[in-house]
Every structure is written in structure tokens, then in C-alpha cells.
């Protein structure tokens, strides 16, 4: 909105060409979404706790957790609005991969609320079915959109390697839904400790700020050998109200957490997370940016298969977050350490640039 309403008075005034420039744009959408989770966040906290939007913990859980047991959730509500109003403000408006990621992240968040809001009403939230077909529903939408109304390259980049890329064809659909489905539920397995999410999420969105503007700029999309594409650029102010978003909602979720981000933040943040991926053609790499996400779904899906297998499990509880609080590790230092390894592991992916 700012972009159109300021950029075109730079023939009157100079400083307005400012606004021409994504990197300004992406630092001021994302000190825009940090100044509105920071500011709404103690009103949030509060009507949330009046309206009695408490967590409920399993049963089956940790028992530390229970002392957990009504601190406000659903604050994923309040990231949502603060990269909604921040992309709005300072990002291009014509451009369709802004629209395109601010419905997934909408749409995937709906379907957290709606299960964050039967969970708590209800005790038991909608069917693990009922979720996975409207997640498939949205992200299906959006990679035949991308398939049919872009020239986007269907073919598949693989890191550390120049000369390998295959070409998806038609099947470009359906490895585009599994990344954008398989993105937000990673996501959503890792929200299990005070911070645990949002910060690998800040720190993978903080490098796909860097990844979207590289492919959105031709010159250095040529220098880097990477593919170009055209107008992906714009996603890095997304990706810049995600991470100031992230950093506001930190504020509040730090150990101890004063409010949860629920469904409604995790779902939405992972599917943002995977479209970004899809659309700057960097969706193997999304693997090693969030390998604490990936290491997380695999200890989930490695203790239900060993159990059903052999009837014995690997690790004393899954995710592998509750493993190492059941071996006594505490709550800070799991959540410290994983975000190291998120760093470590960003620090890696971003390599892939020039290591080629």
C-alpha cells in the first residue's frame, strides 16, 4: 500500500525512491510486523485469558507440562495479523506470489483456528482427516495455479550439485503440495516447548528472505546460477514480516511462555515456510533450513512405525523434544540448543548459494 501510495511521488520529491528498493521495504515491513506483535501483545494475552482460551495439556505428556495448563493459546493469532498488515503495507501489491503466500498462510491459520477453537470448546480437536484434506485442498490450489499461470521452472534444483536438475513435469503439482502439507505440520510437531518453533521458523524465514531476493534478481540469479524468478523477489518482504513477527511473538512465548501460538500460528507459519520454498525453487534445501522441523516429524514417524513394528520405542517420548526432557534435560537448554542448530544449519543452506 505504502509502495503505491509513496513510490510514484519520487519525480516530486527524491527521497520517496527509497520505496523502489525491496531491501528497504524488507527491513521496514519487518520493524512494522516486530512494533505491532510487541505492542498488541499484552492486549492479545489479556483478552485471550478473559475469553478463557487456555491450553490443555495431554494427559499422556510430560509432567512438567501441566503446570502449563491455561496459559492463553491461539497466539499465532496475533503473528498472522502482524505479517498480514505489515505485507500489505510495504510490499508490491500487484504482485500475485505476495497473494498467493498471504492465502496459504490465511487459509492453513483458519484451519488451525478452527482446531485450536473445537480443542479448547471440546476438549478433542477436528479429525487429523478433516485438517490433512483442507491443508491438501489449499496447497493443490496453489502449486496448479503456480503450474498453469506462471512460467515457473518445473525443474528441480538440488543443492551442491550445478548440473543436476530434473525436470518435475506435471508431477511439479504434486511434490509442490507435499512440500507446502508436510511444511506446516513439521512445524506444528515442533510447537511443543516455550519457543521451540518460532525461532527455527525466524531463523529458516530469515533465510528465505535472502534466497527470495537472490532468485528475484536477475543479475545475481545469473551470477550464482540459480533460477531466476521473475517477481519472487517481493516474497522477501513477507519473509521479513515473518521474522519481525516471530521476533514480537518471542517476546511473549520465551520461557516461561506467557501465550502459545496454537495451531492457528504453527500450521500457517509451516505452510508460509513451503510455499516461499516452492515459488524460489529451493524446496530440497527447505530440508536442511529446517532440519530441526524435519528431525522432529522423523522421530514422530520412526517411534509410531517401531512401536507398530516391533512393539517397542525408540525414543521415551515423541517428538524428540519430550525425549530429552524425559532424560532430564531442561526446558531452557533444549530450546537454546535446537536453535543453535537451526542457525548451524541455516549458515549451511545459505553456503548452497555458491557451493554449486
Known sequence: MLYHLLYPLHTVWSVFNVFKYITFRTIY??????????????????????????????????????????????????????VVTSTLLWADLMNRFIWMALLVTVGFG???????????????????????????AIAFAVAVYLYFNFDLNTHLGVPFLKNVSPDLGWFFVIFAV???????????????????????????????????????????????????????????????????????????NTYPAQIFMGDVGSLALGGALGTVAVVTKHEIVLAVVGGVFVMETLSVIFQVGSYRLRKKRIFRMAPIHHHFELKGWTEPKIIVRFWIISIFLALLAISTLKLR
Open 29 to 82: 515491513a519487518t520493524v512494522t510486523a516486530l512494533a505491532i506483535t510487541l505492542v498488541l501483545g499484552p492486549w492479545v494475552i489479556r483478552k485471550l485469558s478473559r475469553l478463557k482460551m487456555g491450553e490443555v495439556i495431554r494427559s499422556d505428556g510430560p509432567q512438567s507440562h501441566f503446570k502449563k495448563e491455561g496459559t492463553p493459546t491461539m497466539g499465532g493469532l496475533l503473528i498472522l495479523g502482524a
Open 110 to 136: 483458519l484451519i488451525g483456528f478452527v482446531d485450536d477453537y473445537v480443542k479448547l470448546k471440546a476438549k478433542s480437536g477436528i479429525s487429523m482427516s478433516l485438517k490433512l484434506i483442507g491443508q491438501l
Open 178 to 252: 507435499f512440500v507446502i502439507v508436510g511444511a506446516s505440520n513439521a512445524v506444528n510437531l515442533t510447537d511443543g516447548l516455550d519457543g521451540l518453533a518460532i525461532g527455527p521458523a525466524m531463523i529458516a524465514f530469515g533465510t528465505y528472505m535472502v534466497f527470495a531476493y537472490a532468485t528475484g534478481h536477475y543479475k545475481i540469479a545469473q551470477y550464482l546460477q540459480i533460477p531466476f524468478v521473475k517477481g519472487s523477489g517481493e516474497l522477501a518482504i513477507f519473509c521479513g514480516a515473518m521474522v519481525g513477527a516471530g521476533m514480537g511473538f518471542l517476546w511473549y
